[in-house]
């Protein structure tokens, strides 16, 4: 029970990681806010959980402020604090630059990088309040390397780096620790239309020979969720097997 009686909220949890997520910390005793655009993925999420755990679902998309302020205010109403959000969700629309539409460029920057922006400020009052607090913020080793036909991704994962840094800076003093996860390429619906040559190459180029589980940044997650990272503040842990990309 690492997460006894804290609340966080997921996004993305209706799907591949958030979704492993959201099972792993009702597991560890959590009460799971798992908030999704996907309707039936965050309700089948929620149905898993309340087997033995609690939570509920928050049909949120990201990059609409009211609904993520309407979330935060939610989740105040029903559970009194909010300890930790994890800001997962993510899309990608990939194409070379040559290219790549302006919609192509905008949705992905309105969701990877401005939906962060304003889940974060949707809870940030409440936990400067609280004077406690964790935000997780999930980047990626395109962010840190960069990757072909990614330029809208890796400059929002990348951005995510320079948000995680600073807000560390500025929201340490209030109690409040702000960390970042770059995942290499993880077994998920993303992953499932990358092309099955580009895996096998990833695997190969990858030290420990497997592409990476969702539970393997689930668990990454709960360290930082957790008391046991209570000294980890503006930090990037990468979950990748090693890989160079
Ligand atoms: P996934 O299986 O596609 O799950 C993402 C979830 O986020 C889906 O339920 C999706 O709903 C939801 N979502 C999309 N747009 C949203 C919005 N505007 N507001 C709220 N929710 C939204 O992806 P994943 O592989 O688990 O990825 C999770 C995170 O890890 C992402 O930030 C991704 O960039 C990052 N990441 C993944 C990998 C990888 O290899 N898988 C590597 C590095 C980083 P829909 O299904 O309706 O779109």
């Known amino acids: 029970m690492r997460l006894e009686n804290k609340v966080v909220i997921i996004t993305g949890a209706g799907s591949g990681i958030g979704k492993e997520t959201a099972l792993l910390f009702a597991k560890e005793g959590a009460k799971v806010v798992v908030a999704d655009v996907n309707e039936k993925g965050g309700e089948e999420t929620v149905a898993e959980i309340k087997r033995n755990g609690d939570g509920f679902f928050f049909k949120l998309d990201v990059s609409n402020r009211e609904q993520s302020k309407q979330m935060a205010k939610t989740v105040l109403e029903k559970y009194g604090k909010i300890d930790v959000l994890i800001n997962n969700a993510g899309i990608v629309q990939?194409?070379?630059?040559?290219?790549?539409?302006?919609?192509?460029?905008?949705?992905?920057?309105?969701?990877?990088?401005?939906?962060?922006?304003?889940?974060?400020?949707?809870?940030?009052?409440?936990?400067?309040?609280?004077?406690?607090?964790?935000?997780?913020?999930?980047?990626s080793i395109v962010g840190l390397n960069g990757n072909v036909g990614q330029v809208n991704y890796s400059a929002t994962k990348a951005g995510l780096i320079g948000m995680t840094k600073t807000l560390a800076k500025e929201l340490g003093k209030k109690g409040i620790r702000v960390n970042a996860v770059a995942p290499g390429f993880i077994a998920t619906p993303m992953t499932a239309a990358v092309?099955?040559?580009?895996?096998?190459?990833?695997k190969e180029k990858t030290p420990l020979r497997r592409l990476g589980?969702?539970?393997?940044?689930?668990?990454?997650?709960?360290?930082?969720?957790?008391?046991?990272?209570?000294f980890v503040n503006g930090a990037v842990l990468s979950v990748d097997g090693g890989l160079i990309i």
């Open 94 to 139: 990939d194409a070379f630059v040559s290219k790549m539409t302006e919609q192509q460029w905008d949705k992905v920057i309105d969701i990877n990088l401005k939906g962060v922006f304003n889940c974060i400020q949707a809870v940030v009052d409440i936990m400067m309040n609280q004077g406690s607090g964790v935000i997780i913020n999930t980047s």
């Open 195 to 202: 092309p099955e040559k580009i895996l096998e190459m990833m």
């Open 213 to 230: 589980k969702p539970e393997d940044i689930a668990n990454a997650y709960l360290y930082l969720a957790s008391d046991e990272s209570n």
